[in-house]
């Protein structure tokens, strides 16, 4: 795949009444959970754009999912509709109660998928996980991925529980921005040396607008964190406490923002910047206010090299591929 | 006499000085005494009835001081709300889970363990607690509020009538009683139904009030709901009348807001997120919002990162009360700092200067808390040394 391509088409497809208009909301549209019982029913196909990252735009069709619609995307559109997918999102209803005619119709997707787009990634989100009682969750969610997988043919399908009232939801759709980003390497290779260097038990990149982690790098202590959600819940805090400032500073979500956030207590230092356009960097390093200090002023350093490398026409700073070694880690004080 | 001194200590009260601090001392006491024991088994048995004969004017002897607790006191017609509200404020249960809250059978006594420490009492609608069986000096008798509540959805003359035979009863023996009318629900009323509500109310009451002879009872009304902010406000308010040392926490933040161009300042409980001070500039619900979420931001992450683990050491020294700040998007910041084990000072600051003044402003907290900390131990340390 060209990983120079900017613009991925997105499918997101389901049954209807099954909840994908109302996630696409929340993560893209900056919608609170409890706004979605606004939403309609999704007409025929809805495109959005969403930038992501900068160098990346995700093409989203978000198509409606009523029978004569889903005939329709299997015949006569379908050359239209399955062609150069970059990832498919099938969105299950937990409580449906036809899983059987869902599986063939999800079936019929994936043949058409095959036939248009046999490399296309593939995700399934069972969706609505909060209407299950806790204790058999992760039960019924394991059947029921299992027999997803089982009407997958060769595809390689990724599979979670999601609901929009938690946390669950950051984490599916991190999982599938995260196949998404066509530099990843790159910088994963930057945000490990990064850390070596200052000494982190933990960096997280966020994306701006969405607040999805798009990478992460943990160190050998940091691991030991007990919490593994906590990306997601991260995802979760910094955006309700967005929409709050939104709320409270009259302006809208999407351009409300922090542009920097200092935490110290006695377990641990926190320090949450813009880094580059697109992104914010979540540092957390032990306690020490000098450490922490000198933490904070590299990671300054770093946004600055990023910044000169995207004044120098490299959309987001992040270099693209083929391998470029950041310039930027060899400059660091310490 | 352990409460209605602190009401007085408000007014020019010869005792203030004392008086009132006895009490604040039981914060800091983490021990019970076997007096304090001993009165919370009293406490205990609403229905022990009978024992009405005491003479109400010699309350508690004075060597119980140190331990009456100020009781914050939940009434109101049954489904009015007041489980509702003692679940949200002082149990962090998310509004919407309240619909599947039980209704309540017999007193629910919570002790809150805070700044201060105190009872709130949640009694069921249906308790005909001014029959005699009930002895009125259990219930009132170290009362600090009394917070009835109101539905405004509902028809509430009823309530209104109750109420009013309420305040008359407990006017009667205990004067010193704050009393506060919560007209609850009103996130489902429109705005202006809502203050023709709230005219209403206030008006029934005060007319029927002043008809039985008392022209200026001590009754305050607030417009609640618990979908939104406005409780936590409302009991903010309740509270702070039960501080003793109000003013001069009052003074002490409206020298620093000023020092340090904060635009709005509280000192907040961070447990219950009530604000038991601010600064006296009027109260901005937006900067009260942001500050009390600002708490919940902080709270949530450092219960994702306070781990423990013998392989985790510190790098360094660090000053041990938590700091933090954010910068928004309209250089708004939102600074935040431990005070101690209960409180925390946030201010929102708009100078976008302040961003390099950050030094100062941080110094300068640390002098607050040094003189809040004094505001609040010295009284105990006193009588700490009188004690031994």
Known sequence: MDARKKKRKVLLMGKSGSGKSSMRSIIFSNYVAKDVRRLGATIDVEHSHVKFMGNLTLNLWDCGGQDAFMETYLASQRSNIFSDVAVLIYVFDIESREVDRDMDTYNAVIEALREFSPNAYVFCLVHKMDLIQAEHRQRI????????????????????????????????????VHKLIPNLTVIERFLTAFSKKIDAEEVILF??????????????????????????????????????????????????????????????????????????????????????????????????????????GRSDGFPLPPPETPEETNGLAS | MPFPPVRRSQSEDPDRDHLPNTYISSTFSTYKTSAQLSLEKLLQGPNHGGGSTQPRSALIPNTQARDAKPRLLLMGLRRSGKSSIASVVFHKMPPNETLFLESTTRIQKDSIHSFMDFQVWDFPGQLEYLEPSFDLEDIFGSLGALVWVIDAQDDYLDSVARLNRTILTVQQYYPGINIEVFIHKVDGLSDEYRTDTFQDIVQRISDELSDAGYENAPVHYYLTSIYDYSVFEAFSKVIQKLIPNLSTLENLINTLANNCGFEKTYLFDVLSKIYIASDTRPVDMACYEMCSDYIDVIVDISELYSWDHPDRRPKGEQIQEAES?????????????????????????RNPEAKEKRGLIDMNCRTFQDALNDVFSRSWEQEEQGNA
């Not at chain 1, 059947?143 to 984490?171: A, M």
């Not at chain 1, 110290?264 to 813009?274: H, S, V």
């Open chain 2, 325 to 349: 700040h954010v910068v928004l998007h309209d250089e708004t910041m939102i600074h935040l700092m431990e005070m101690n084990k209960y409180l925390c000072l946030v201010s929102v600051i």
């Open chain 1, 141 to 176: 969610y394991e059947e029921r991925s299992t027999l997803i997988r089982s009407r997958s043919e060769h595809f390689r399908v990724d599979t979670f529980g999601s609901s929009i009232w938690d946390q669950s939801l950051y984490k599916a759709w991190a999982g599938i």
């Open chain 1, 207 to 312: 994306e701006r607008s969405t607040f999805l982690t798009v990478t992460s790098v943990t160190s050998e202590v940091g691991e030991l964190n007990p919490i593994y959600d906590r990306h997601e819940r991260l995802s979760n805090i910094m955006k309700a406490f967005k929409h709050c400032a939104a709320r409270n500073t009259l302006t809208t979500p999407a351009s409300a923002g922090f542009v920097v956030m200092h935490t110290k207590t006695p377990q641990f230092n926190i320090f949450l910047g813009r880094f580059t356009d697109n992104t914010y960097i979540f540092l957390v390093v032990p306690p020490g206010e000098a450490a922490y200090n000198c933490a904070v002023l590299n990671t300054m350093l770093a946004r600055e090299g990023f910044s000169k490398l995207a004044a120098a």
